[in-house]
């Protein structure tokens, strides 16, 4: 299998660049109108053929794959990328953080078309990123360069990609190193598809100078790194998403079209999954998204429908009102609570300015977040807030409830995905 390193070609046209093939090299035909050529950094190769679907392992000049430590996420992500080339990725659905410590460090980013053939040159910024969460990303820098960045994780129910036969450049879609044991191939798993050889095991990575095995198989894809991956036919990579919250963006019970249903403290037949918690005289709502109130419009942020903590029955508000649910854990396991506050400013009105949910487990209080981003529009806005606890048992209570004032009467909750964190070592 021929390795590449750095190649610098000529030409300076268009955005597509041609790939060359197991040799490694690559072309690029474009000049300026003047005839003259200018020098230009392309990205290694696609590493070449691999064997054939079903044989055995060979012995290469790739070093021996190693395993991918398993560390809970940070925020922000802090990415260091090396002089020379880098293989990256973004791991934020959208970024509320992307600051890069030498911009003019970043002399090159591209990503891959796998059904072409050619990179794809971009500008490295916040606005250049591909909207499919698998997109892998070539940067090249002149020196050591750290970008810092944070933004809202995937919390959609399946994220999918589809990958072209011979090689992809695929990014790893979270900011946490993620057991391959958690995407799919087709209708399999992905550990089954390099088992059976759908896909190459050889997984490959870049040490800055050359191609090396991520593993063979790998066991974990690198948080906001991109790597090549073999596929013998066409197919689907995916990763579902399971949370450990039932009914956790408030789809039932079904609401007509612009309406809410109430439910009171001590009710937990109205909305499935959950029970209404906290003071007697209040409740909460769930809301179907074509509701206004005070002409703000209550877009769910995740489906039709969402739940404000706040209620409808009592404008006066009832401020400790929240929903509880009891989940199945296991003792000294960490788990990612991600959830969504939706906030409207409504400045001297019962619609309020900021929108806090204080999250407790197991009756203790564990998290707060506020959300007071809303003013200046008439659609509801949310903001994605994560924090992580410990299972101290087989089972943990998690309770969502309002920590707004009592005046205040809009505080939207939705889209809590619940799921268990990696743990150390591979």
Known sequence: MVLTGLAILSGCGGSGVTSGGSSGSLSQSNTSTSGSVTPRLLPP??????????????????????????????????????????????????LSQFNVSQPGNVLACYRYDATTGNYVELNFNNGAFNSNPFTGYWVY??????????????????????????????????????????????????????????????????????????????????????????AYAPGVLSRTVTSLAANRSFELPTVNSGGFINASPGDSTTIPGWTVVGNGGGNVAVIQQDFVFRGTTIRAQDGTQSLDLTGFSDLTGIADVGVSQQLTTETGKTYRVSFYIGNQVDPGGPGGTTSTVNVEINSVLAFTGTNSDGAGSNVMNWRQFSFTFTAAGPATVITFRNGDVAADTSNGLDNIVITEEPGPGA
């Not at 060979?58 to 002089?83: C, F, H, K, M």
């Not at 799919?184 to 191609?211: E, H, I």
Request: with cysteine; glycine share 8%.
């Open 141 to 230: 820098c002149s020196s050591p360069t750290q970008v810092t960045m944070n933004g809202d994780e995937q919390t959609q129910t399946t994220i999918s990609t589809n990958l072209a036969m011979g090689w992809n450049l695929v990014g790893t879609p979270f900011s946490v190193n993620t057991p391959t044991s958690q995407f799919q191939w087709q209708s399999g798993t992905l550990p089954a598809a390099f088992a059976s050889f759908l896909l190459w095991p050889g997984v490959l990575t870049y040490n800055g100078s050359a191609y090396t095995e991520l593993g063979h198989p790998p066991t974990a894809l690198p948080a906001a790194e991109s790597q090549w991956i073999y």
């Open 45 to 94: 190769a696609p590493p070449g053929q691999p064997p054939s679907a079903g044989s055995t392992r060979i012995q290469t000049e790739l070093p021996a794959g190693y395993a991918v430590d398993l560390r809970p996420r940070v925020n922000p992500l802090v990415v260091n990328l090396r002089s020379g080339w880098n293989m990256f990725s973004m791991p934020f659905v959208s």
